[in-house]
Nanobody
């Protein structure tokens, strides 16, 4: 069984930075594709960024490209989301997810098998 625990959320002013962390546990987790999604109140969950198992490939949504960066440390079973130049519209609950369906980064929500509980990010304008 795979478990994902997010941390690092909080309140930040527009233009500021936060780094989210996802601690993953479970057999074979190092070969899973990992992703970050977010969900704002009243909106659907949306893709933010994903990274393949060997960190050689990443995929970032257009809405955060150039501001957010995903990385992973397989030795520590940790996935990070560095968020810079935050905007009010980045306010959401951020979720870490793991996929055993594909080894390549994918934006498709239904391809992720495991989810964390989420961490709140609030950006004040």
């Amino acid at each position: 069984q795979v478990q994902l625990v997010e941390s690092g959320g909080g309140l930040v002013q527009a233009g500021g930075s936060l780094r989210l962390s996802c601690a993953a546990s479970g057999r074979g987790i190092s070969v899973y594709t990992m992703g970050w999604f977010r969900q704002a109140p009243g909106k659907d969950r949306e893709f933010v960024a994903a990274i393949g198992w060997n960190s050689g490939s990443t995929y970032t949504s257009d809405s955060v490209k150039g501001r957010f960066a995903i990385s992973r440390d397989n030795a520590k079973n940790t996935v990070l989301l560095q968020m810079n130049s935050l905007k009010a519209e980045d306010t959401a609950v951020y979720y870490c997810a793991a996929s055993r369906v594909t080894t390549a980064p994918t934006p498709r929500l239904y391809e992720y098998n495991y989810w964390g509980q989420g961490t709140q990010v609030t950006v004040s304008s």
